[in-house]
């Protein structure tokens, strides 16, 4: 089970991540297979599903979603922990808010992200 500690720490260190638009120190929470859903999947990827799996698929629409959105920066407000699952609440550079569910495997990296977003 996930403690609140650890939580907050993951929570800190993904806020970290993202702000730095650094992909590689991003890709680094997540194990080879991880799959992501997510709306603008549709929008920024071409993939009408809004599902992707595994770090290269997802890499590559990051990596272009970054390219569109120099100034991304997200901020942390709120960390829900589960039992290997975790909420994190945070405000979107735009100012929308955003919710994103991360589910952790035994390695301790995350094997399924659902990202919900405010409009």
């Given at each position: 089970m996930?403690t ?15 702000n730095?638009?650094d992909l590689?120190r991003?890709l ?15 929008s920024?990827a071409?993939?009408p599903?809004g599902?992707l799996?595994g ?7 990051w990596?272009?979603?970054l390219?569109r959105?120099p ?6 407000l709120a960390v829900?922990h ?5 909420v994190?609440?945070?405000?979107m ?13 035994d390695d301790?990296?995350v ?7 405010s409009n």
């Open positions: 996930l609140r500690v650890q939580a907050e720490q993951f929570a800190d260190e993904w806020i970290a991540a993202w730095s638009h590689a991003v680094a929470h997540y194990t080879e297979d991880f799959e992501l859903s997510s709306p603008f999947i549709v920024i071409d993939e599903s599902r799996r770090k290269q698929a997802i890499a590559a629409y990596s272009r979603a390219a959105i100034d991304l920066e997200f901020t942390l829900f589960g039992v290997r699952s975790i994190l609440h945070y405000r550079h735009d100012g929308r808010g955003a919710a994103e569910w991360l589910e952790f495997g301790g990296k094997t399924r992200s659902a990202a919900q977003y």
